[in-house]
């Protein structure tokens, strides 16, 4: 059965850090990563999609990258902002769409 | 384009009575989903549909039913509403069923409380 951790489960850093969330899933036969955006009390916005056969998708500030292999995908924030502030979920696809439990980021100006 | 609509955005139920929750979404996708939200449990699914005429039960089915009215429409139905049944509930839609490596687009919830 696939699992998918998040580490670490909360993160708090000053504005301008640059910083990394971790994902991490147990059954490497995946159609595709999406890293989602979740702000309190709101749904999920879909930040970026990786597909299997890609090592990394880039959109702005953020770069996601997918180790399918050894079972990791990192997110990475540039020069995090205030308004970066919220829970950032992974989903990997299989048959059916697996979260983890999610980062909670809080970045302070 | 409204993209992923559902209703009520809150509800607040007796144990043992019934509601149905609405999804309806305008991107032509075939595919549409259901997940609960729980603290500490993330996103689960509940029942999917891959497409129109179609449902498949999810990692957690039991107490729901659901009915994918049109391409359009996936309605999630709770029989008799129990205080298990206190989440947060998304519906999502995609171009494609999951293993088609297509993004899935959200709703933005509804928060139901069973008493």
């Known amino acids: 059965k696939q699992e998918v951790t998040q580490i670490p489960a909360a993160l708090s850093v000053p504005e301008g850090e640059n910083l990394v969330l971790n994902c991490s899933f147990t059954?490497?036969?995946?159609?595709?990563l999406q890293w989602f955006r979740q702000d309190p009390g709101k749904g999920l916005t879909s930040l970026l999609l990786?597909?299997?056969?890609?090592r990394e998708q880039t959109s702005g500030r953020l770069n996601a990258s997918l180790d399918k292999s050894s079972g990791r995908s990192t997110l990475y924030i540039a020069a995090s902002q205030p308004g970066d502030s919220a829970t950032y979920l992974c989903?990997?696809?299989?048959?059916?769409?697996?979260f983890g439990k999610g980062t909670t980021l809080s970045v302070s100006s | 384009n409204a993209g992923v609509t559902q209703t009520p955005k809150f509800q607040v139920l007796k144990t043992g009575q019934s509601m149905t929750l609405q999804c309806a979404q305008d991107?032509?996708?075939?595919?549409m989903y259901w997940y609960r939200q729980d603290p500490g449990m993330g996103l689960r699914l509940i029942y999917y549909?891959?497409?129109?005429?179609?449902?498949d039960k999810g990692e957690v089915p039991n107490g729901y039913n659901v009915s994918r009215l049109n391409k359009r429409e996936f309605s999630l139905r709770l029989e008799s509403a129990a205080p298990s049944q206190t989440s947060v509930y998304f519906c999502?839609?995609?171009?494609?069923?999951?293993?088609?490596?297509?993004?899935?687009?959200f709703g933005p919830g509804t928060r139901l409380t069973v008493t």
């Open positions: 999502a839609s995609g171009p494609f069923p999951t293993g088609g490596s297509y993004e899935q687009y």
């Open positions: 990786i597909q299997s056969s890609q």
């Open positions: 059954d490497s036969a995946i159609y595709n």
């Open positions: 989903a990997v696809a299989g048959t059916a769409l697996i």
């Open positions: 549909s891959a497409s129109e005429g179609t449902t």
């Open positions: 991107m032509n996708h075939n595919s």
